[in-house]
């Protein structure tokens, strides 16, 4: 439309040449209007062009609009999508946050089943010791020495309250020179008797002694001192456990089973009715001295060594775990060993210091060893090698015939 009003304009002055000649007036008229009309039409066409001018205006931004509109709706498009990845993300961490979940506290579960066993384990191999091996002999040397000063004080009863005679007639001998001859032999009957008829009490002291230690020494070494059965069993249990298991194991088992243990106290009928059977053959009688403590005094003193000899056994058994030690003691005339033996009374020895020739006739005080074991069944139960740290304490035959006698056996 506005090139159409331009046209008409630019047309006009032919139109209004030609109508000069019949109606001047009239064109003038019409001139007039005509330009009133080109006036308004102008205006009207710069109105036009204005609206046209603020409609392109609107259109654009209507255009920018809806071109914001399609980038936002490509945009939350986009969003949704993300948000749905973002979703099946979420549940998928969710699901292996609850795995884990799952897996942790199996895991948690393992960790305390294997805390409890390592704990367990632990209870069983740790070998940290409570004592050292020097506690340990001391307290040995301590018990050897409480065991001569009894043999010294009974020697020093029957000294100063013995009978001259030694006949039938005596109440009692008979079966006590038999009850000492079933453990020493008839010879050796003899000759305490010929010692103590010579006033010399040696013999009789060692005897003493050997008694009491063999007593200790088979308390050190019992699991259980007051049964035998039971006694056997665990030692049973205790030599299958070195095999299956190890000494080390081993050990620590037998510590938590001896520290579980009360068995009172050990019984002293025996070895006190044995002591008194030496004494009635030396000539001490219990009926010639009427209100005597000896038997009392005896008996507490054995109570007294059976407390040591048992702390002995604790500490060994339970304090020590690192290594595995016993008591020694050997059977009567075995061959001197200076290596692990030790000559209970100093003189005897040649001048050299050397009696491999010489008999230890019996022990009169107890020796320690350490037990080192062989590495691989079978032979694991077996010691390998016994490691003398404290020599047990022998009477040898030298000494006896330094003393102007000799002693034999049956």
């Known amino acids: 439309m506005p090139r159409a009003i331009t046209a008409l304009v630019v047309n006009a002055p032919d139109m209004v040449h030609e109508g000069s000649t019949l109606q001047a007036s009239h064109w003038e008229i019409q001139k007039k209007e005509l330009e009133d009309n080109i006036v308004a039409l102008q205006e009207s066409v710069d109105r036009k062009n204005k609206e046209a001018s603020i409609l392109w205006k609107e259109l654009e931004g209507e255009c920018g609009l809806r071109e914001r509109v399609r980038n936002l709706e490509q945009d939350l498009r986009q969003a949704r999508i993300l948000s749905e990845k973002r979703q099946r993300d979420y549940q998928e961490l969710q699901q292996r946050c609850i795995d884990a979940t799952t897996r942790l506290e199996a895991t948690q579960g393992l960790l305390k089943r294997r805390t409890e066993e390592l704990t367990t384990v632990q209870a069983f191999?740790?070998?940290?010791?409570?004592?050292?091996?020097?506690?340990?002999?001391?307290?040995?040397?301590?018990?050897?020495?409480?065991?001569?000063?009894?043999?010294?004080?009974?020697?020093?009863?029957?000294?100063?309250?013995?009978?001259?005679?030694?006949?039938?007639?005596?109440?009692?001998?008979?079966?006590?020179?038999?009850?000492?001859?079933?453990?020493?032999?008839?010879?050796?009957?003899?000759?305490?008797?010929?010692?103590?008829?010579?006033?010399?009490?040696?013999?009789?002291?060692?005897?003493?002694?050997?008694?009491?230690?063999?007593?200790c020494y088979r308390l050190i070494r019992s699991i259980n001192p007051t049964s035998s059965t039971i006694n056997n069993t665990l030692n049973n249990v205790w030599e299958k456990l070195?095999?299956?298991?190890?000494?080390?194991?081993?050990?620590?088992?037998?510590?938590?089973?001896?520290?579980?243990?009360?068995?009172?106290?050990?019984e002293v009928a025996d070895v006190s009715e044995t002591l008194f059977s030496m004494m009635e053959v030396c000539g001490w009688q219990a009926t010639d001295c009427p209100g005597s403590k000896t038997p009392a005094l005896l008996f507490e003193r054995i109570s007294e060594i059976d407390v040591a000899a048992l702390e002995i056994r604790k500490m060994m058994v339970e304090g020590i775990l690192s290594t595995e030690m016993e008591p020694t003691m050997y059977k009567p005339n075995q061959r001197y060993s200076p290596a692990h033996m030790q000559d209970a009374h100093d003189f005897g020895r040649s001048p050299s210091g050397e009696c491999f020739s010489d008999i230890a006739l019996l022990t009169t005080g107890l020796g320690v060893q350490l037990v080192t074991r062989n590495n691989s069944p079978p032979d694991i139960a077996k010691p390998k090698l016994r490691d003398t740290i404290m020599k047990a304490k022998v009477l040898l035959s030298s000494t006896l015939t330094t003393q102007g006698q000799t002693i034999g056996y049956n």
Request: hydrophobic share 40%; charged share 20%.
């Open 242 to 266: 070195v095999v299956s298991h190890g000494p080390t194991i081993a050990k620590k088992w037998l510590a938590m089973t001896s520290s579980q243990m009360d068995f009172g106290r050990v």
């Open 125 to 215: 191999t740790t070998t940290a010791d409570q004592f050292s091996i020097s506690d340990v002999t001391r307290m040995v040397e301590q018990l050897n020495e409480d065991i001569y000063q009894v043999a010294a004080q009974l020697s020093d009863t029957i000294l100063m309250n013995r009978q001259a005679k030694q006949g039938p007639d005596i109440p009692g001998l008979a079966n006590a020179r038999k009850s000492v001859a079933e453990i020493y032999g008839d010879t050796l009957v003899e000759k305490l008797t010929l010692h103590i008829a010579q006033d010399d009490p040696l013999l009789f002291e060692c005897l003493v002694q050997n008694v009491l230690a063999l007593r």
